[in-house]
Structure formats: structure tokens, C-alpha cells
């Protein structure tokens, strides 16, 4: 049986959104799902199966090796172990068809999006920030998180019951992400709160994209070769509360428009051209923030000097 099934779900690939999402919304959302806002209760282990998000950060799939994923084993185990999903009493085990299609679904790499590459569609030539904040805040689109996945990006979600928040960073293809790579995160625009850029090769003109995701809270720029043109493009981000322009050239030019930013609590300005006299006028302007100038104990976290590789994170 086991056989004809796999045969059935071999060759074509498996298509997340119509094949296995349906089977986890069916057998096992009851309990793993974020959303459990009647009864309040948390998803079983932490883990929630409805968003793409949540199994990415579940830590249960390892794409291309389905026999070494929690997800497909904990499936695949006889109806007699107590570690069975679903468990023997809650509709296990799934029927063979399904464990198949979930084992061809992970051996082939775990892709959300439709794997068609045509998927994502054109990024909209007029969208701008107040566009992207009138976009209602849903579960992020699969087809552009898998996208920009594939352009050397790690996307997570910000917490286990928050899918539809992301945050993107690139962090071992920081050098080879360019302007191009990065204006590709707008397929996913009124989902990103966090980005951090450091040490990639973005430009001011790629800060032009960045300055349209109205929702952003954290953005880390250190060591980026932007300068003041760049921080004009981010007068739109009202939401955004940390900065960091470590080791970039920006100077006391960007004071006035960071003083716009009412939101704004932490920035580092460390190794810039940022003066402390034109710090303290800010400091006036946003009496609650945190300003960085000098290293400090925090900023000594990103000048690991035996270790330049060792990047700071948020
Ligand atoms: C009736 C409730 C229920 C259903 C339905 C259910 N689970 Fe679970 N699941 C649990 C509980 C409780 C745990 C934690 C205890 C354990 O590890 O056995 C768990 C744990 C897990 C874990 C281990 C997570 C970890 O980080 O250790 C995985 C993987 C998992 N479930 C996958 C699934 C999948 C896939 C389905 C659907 C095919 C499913 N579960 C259906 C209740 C359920």
C-alpha cells in the first residue's frame, strides 16, 4: 500500500499551498495552530503548522532530507508509539497518500511557494509607503517569502504567535546582495518589521525600497556604504524605533530628519561622522531615545575585534 502510494506522488512536485497545507489544516491545526484566540491556549510544543512561518521557525523540517525532519517523522511513526502526529486518539496516523506527499514535499527542498517561478508577479511601479500601510496585515504572500529566500535571504517570523510579521536579514550572503536582491523584499512589503542589511552592498537608491515598508520597527545599516542621501529615502518610516548606522558615512547632516521620527529609541552612530554636539540637539528633539555615539557596552557587542566575522544582530 505504503508503495502505491509513493508511486501516486512521485514525478510531478508537490505544490505546498494545495497539497500539504490542506492535510496540516485538517489534521493538525487543532493543536498547532498560533491562532488560538478564544481559548488563549498556546500550540502544542510551541509549534504552529498553519503559517509558513511558524513551521519555518518550528525548527521541524530540514528542507531536502525528509527522513531527518521532525515533522516527517513524527508522521511516520507506528500507530503503537506514543510519539505519533496526529496521536492514535486524535485522527492518527495520517493515511499513506498523505505521509508520502509530505515526504516528497521535504526531500524536494519544503518550498511554500507555488514552484512555478512565475508566482510572485511585478513589484508595482507607484507603490509607496502609504500604500503599503493601507494594505490590511494578513499571512504573508508563500510565492515572495520563498522568493526572496532564494536570493540568499533568512526570513522568520518575529514570534511564534505573530506570522505575520517578518523579519528579514541576509546573513551569510550579506556580500553578494545588492540593491536588486533587496528591493525584492517588497513582494512582501506590509509584512516586514525588521531588516538588517549590515555589511551588504546596498546604496542610497536602495534605500528607496526600504523607505516604503511602512511597518518597519528595526533597520540595521552598519557597515553599508549609505550616506545622508540614503537617510532622506526613510522619512516615511513613522514606526521605526531602533537604527543602527554604525560604520557608515552618513554625518551630522541627518540629525533634523532623524529628529521626524518620533518613535525612534535606539541609534547607533558609532565610527560615522555623526559629531556629539549634533547628538545632544537630537537628544533634545527626542528626549526618550537611546544615542550611541561612543562605544559602549552595547555597541562593543558588533567591534569584536578577534572575531570581525561575528555579526551583531538586533
Ligand atoms: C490532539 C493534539 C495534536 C494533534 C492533532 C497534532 N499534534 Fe503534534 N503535538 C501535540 C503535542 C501535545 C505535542 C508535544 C508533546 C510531544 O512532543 O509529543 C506535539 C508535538 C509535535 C511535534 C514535536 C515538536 C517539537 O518541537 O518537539 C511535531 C513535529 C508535531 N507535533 C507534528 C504534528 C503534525 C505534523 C500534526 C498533524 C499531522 C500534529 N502534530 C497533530 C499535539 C498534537
Redesign the pocket.
Known amino acids: 500500500m505504503v508503495f502505491l502510494a509513493v508511486s501516486a506522488v512521485s514525478g510531478q512536485s508537490v505544490d505546498y499551498k494545495k497539497q500539504i497545507a490542506p ?2 489544516s485538517s ?2 491545526n ?3 495552530t498560533a491562532k488560538k484566540r478564544e481559548s488563549d491556549k498556546k500550540p ?4 504552529a ?1 498553519d503559517t509558513a512561518g511558524g513551521i519555518r521557525s ?3 523540517i530540514d528542507p531536502g532530507d525528509a527522513s531527518g525532519s ?2 516527517f517523522i ?2 511516520s511513526l507506528p500507530k503503537t508509539d506514543d ?1 505519533l ?3 492514535a486518539d ?2 492518527g496516523p ?1 493515511s499513506a497518500k498523505e505521509i508520502a506527499l509530505i515526504k516528497k514535499w521535504i526531500d524536494d527542498g519544503a518550498r511554500f511557494g507555488s514552484g512555478s517561478g512565475g508566482g510572485v508577479g511585478k513589484i508595482a511601479a507607484d507603490l509607496d509607503v502609504a500604500k503599503v500601510m493601507a494594505m490590511p496585515l494578513r499571512e504573508p504572500n508563500a510565492d515572495g517569502v520563498a522568493h526572496l529566500e532564494g536570493l540568499g535571504a533568512t526570513i522568520s517570523q518575529l514570534a511564534v504567535n505573530l506570522p505575520q510579521h517578518l523579519v528579514v536579514e541576509w546573513i551569510s550572503t550579506y556580500h553578494k546582495t545588492t540593491d536588486k536582491e533587496i528591493e525584492q523584499i517588497l513582494h512582501i512589503a506590509p509584512n516586514v518589521v525588521e531588516v538588517d542589511l549590515s555589511r551588504t552592498k546596498v546604496t542610497d537608491e536602495g534605500l528607496k525600497h526600504i523607505g516604503k515598508l511602512a511597518r518597519l520597527t528595526h533597520l540595521n545599516l552598519s557597515r553599508t556604504q549609505i550616506t545622508d542621501k540614503g537617510i532622506a529615502h526613510l522619512s516615511g518610516l513613522r514606526s521605526l524605533e531602533y537604527l543602527n548606522l554604525y560604520g557608515t558615512g552618513v554625518s551630522d547632516a541627518v540629525l533634523p530628519m532623524l529628529a521626524k521620527h518620533r518613535r525612534l529609541k535606539s541609534l547607533y552612530t558609532w565610527k560615522t561622522k555623526i559629531t556629539s554636539e549634533g547628538l545632544s540637539k537630537l537628544r533634545k528633539a527626542l528626549p526618550d531615545a537611546k544615542l550611541v555615539l561612543e562605544t559602549d557596552a552595547k555597541a562593543n557587542r558588533y567591534d569584536n575585534l578577534d572575531n570581525p566575522d561575528d555579526k551583531y544582530d538586533f
Open positions: 492535510i496540516l489534521k493538525c487543532e493543536c498547532h502544542k510544543a510551541g509549534l503548522l518550528g525548527g521541524v521532525d515533522l513524527r508522521v510519539e502526529m496526529p496521536p486524535d485522527g495520517l
